[in-house]
């Protein structure tokens, strides 16, 4: 039977939808001209297989240096620093002290460094944060960031003075012996009670260590305190007694760039604390009943 006479005829209008009926008879697949012509490359058994140029090929890299026995190489330590004689750093001169009578801080450092003996300014070297601890102090000690070579003008901007424990310069306290530190403690006190400071701050833990160690041989004291541990800083159990004055001792840790253990933050709060125990002296708010009372030879306090 004929399909298309028994088929009905399909429409949509004046549109024969018969043209889109299914048809069994596949139709050819069309094949884009350009494309059909294009056939893949085929290559021959006997045909070189490209090489990459010696100089092209990519370079490994070692990861780290070995040595003989395959271990990772660790590069040399820096050799610790020990003592040096007075003759290693002939060629520095010393630095002249900052100071005036009846200073809020005197500033006690342990000795010159090489770039401060070289420029005649105290902490001159630009790792260290001394200035910005003074300028960054929360009730800022200077108004405005000072230079090394404005320290002279510290004693009349803001009542602030430097000295060092040990005159002779060196590179690190590490090439100064213990006797000559503790040799330099009486000269240190001499000062102490010739320009009468509020408070005595000492720039680095080791150097209150020096001269409490030798207070506490030679020095006079009454009173009972605690005994100052290794990691002590801020206001000490001391003070030094004159007859209508007294000086007590503050401690902040070295600012020097390479100490690790106090970072900048903690050193400038720190001195934030030593900016508001002067301000507690001159309100009269620290007491010093607990404290031990250090009276300095006759003879030393004499000499103002």
Request: aromatic residues 6%; contains cysteine.
């Amino acid at each position: 039977m004929d399909s298309d006479k028994d088929s009905p005829k399909l429409s949509f209008g004046s549109l024969d939808l018969t043209q889109f009926a299914y048809s069994p008879t596949a139709s050819p697949l069309r094949r884009s001209p350009r494309k059909s012509s294009i056939r893949p490359k085929e290559l021959s058994a006997s045909s070189p297989t490209p090489s990459i140029a010696e100089d092209e090929k990519p370079i490994k890299r070692a990861l780290d240096v070995r040595n003989d026995t395959g271990s990772p190489q660790r590069s040399p330590k820096k050799a610790k620093r020990s003592y040096a004689t007075p003759e290693t750093y002939a060629h520095l001169s010393g630095l002249n002290d900052s100071l005036k009578d009846e200073l809020d801080v005197m500033f006690c450092g342990i000795n010159p460094g090489c770039m401060s003996s070289a420029t005649g300014h105290h902490y001159a070297n630009p790792t260290n944060h001394f200035y910005r601890c003074l300028h960054q102090s929360g009730r800022c000690f200077t108004p405005s960031l000072l230079s090394p070579t404005e320290d002279y003008t510290l004693p009349d901007l803001c009542s602030v003075g430097l000295t060092n424990l040990v005159e002779r310069p060196s590179a690190e306290q590490a090439e100064l012996s213990p006797s000559e530190m503790m040799d330099s403690v009486p000269s240190l006190l001499a000062k102490v009670a010739r320009y009468r400071p509020r408070v005595v701050c000492f720039v680095g833990m080791g150097i209150w260590r020096v001269v409490e160690k030798v207070l506490a041989k030679s020095a006079p004291s009454k009173g009972k305190s605690k005994k100052s541990t290794l990691n002590d800083v801020g206001l000490q159990p001391y003070r030094f007694k004159f007859s209508v004055h007294e000086t007590f001792i503050f401690v902040v840790p070295s600012t020097s760039g390479r100490v690790v253990s106090h970072q900048l933050p903690d050193k400038v709060k720190l001195f934030s604390g030593l900016k508001a125990a002067v301000e507690d002296y001159k309100q009269s708010r620290i007491n010093s009943s607990q404290m031990s009372t250090i009276t300095l030879p006759m003879a030393i306090a004499s000499d103002h």
